[in-house]
């Protein structure tokens, strides 16, 4: 089954050394969408709890995006949460198979970065989960 998170934030970033208006701080209103497609476990009834996928969007709310991400463009946020996302996964017990990931950020209402990797069981004790499709678009 398929999880869809849609959550809007507004957070600040600069990013040093680019010539053009990106380069001076400002903010933007950030559009992050995820999905997760993964079974669902039937002692939750549920593929992931919302809540813990809210609660890694909602941590950069009204921050400045360079004091989590080292460049933080609209890439580099799309990798930051894939990367908490697979975390969490790791670290849940609750979570039963995730099938496949998809992070989308809008910067603006017209631009968007998505990046989705799909993945097969992986190993639970050493926590790699092999990645047979990495599509960015
Ligand atoms: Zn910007």
Same mark, same amino acid.
Request: with cysteine.
């Given at each position: 089954?398929?999880?869809?998170?849609e959550r809007?934030?507004?957070a600040?970033?600069? /990013?040093?050394? $680019?010539?053009?208006?990106?380069?001076r701080m400002h903010?933007?209103?950030?559009?992050? !969408?995820? *999905? @997760?497609?993964g079974?669902?476990?039937p002692?939750?009834?549920?593929v992931?709890?919302f809540?813990?996928?809210?609660?890694?969007?909602?941590?950069l709310?009204?921050?400045?995006l360079?004091?989590?991400?080292?460049y933080p463009t609209a890439?580099n /946020?799309v990798? $930051?949460?894939?990367?908490k996302?697979?975390?969490?996964?790791?670290?849940?017990?609750? !979570?039963q *198979? @995730?099938?496949g990931?998809?992070?989308?950020?809008?910067?603006?209402?017209?631009?968007?970065?998505?990046e989705?990797?799909?993945?097969?069981?992986?190993c639970?004790?050493?926590?790699?989960?092999?990645?047979?499709?990495?599509?960015?678009?």
């Amino acid at each position: 089954m398929k999880v869809r998170v849609e959550r809007k934030i507004d957070a600040a970033h600069f /990013l040093p050394d $680019y010539s053009g208006p990106c380069g001076r701080m400002h903010g933007h209103s950030w559009k992050i !969408i995820v *999905e @997760i497609e993964g079974s669902v476990n039937p002692e939750t009834g549920m593929v992931i709890d919302f809540r813990d996928v809210k609660r890694i969007i909602d941590e950069l709310d009204h921050q400045l995006l360079n004091d989590f991400i080292e460049y933080p463009t609209a890439e580099n /946020l799309v990798r $930051y949460l894939l990367d908490k996302l697979l975390d969490l996964r790791i670290h849940n017990p609750k !979570i039963q *198979e @995730i099938k496949g990931i998809l992070v989308r950020v809008y910067e603006s209402e017209d631009c968007y970065v998505e990046e989705s990797l799909e993945m097969h069981g992986g190993c639970d004790e050493c926590g790699v989960y092999p990645l047979i499709h990495s599509a960015t678009k």
